[in-house]
């Protein structure tokens, strides 16, 4: 598994405003069902 801070490229004693403005900068055409690790399998 991929470590979360390496992922949004913060250290990992980033304070909380720190995250916050890294995970804001992610393209608007990222969304959650184009990343397969949080995908919710299909309703059967």
Do not use: F, Q
């Amino acid at each position: 598994m991929n470590d979360p801070y390496s992922v949004l490229g913060v250290s990992r004693d980033a304070s909380e405003e720190e995250i916050k403005r890294a995970t804001g900068v992610w393209p608007k055409n990222i969304t959650p069902i184009s990343i397969p690790a949080i995908r919710k399998p299909p309703a059967r």
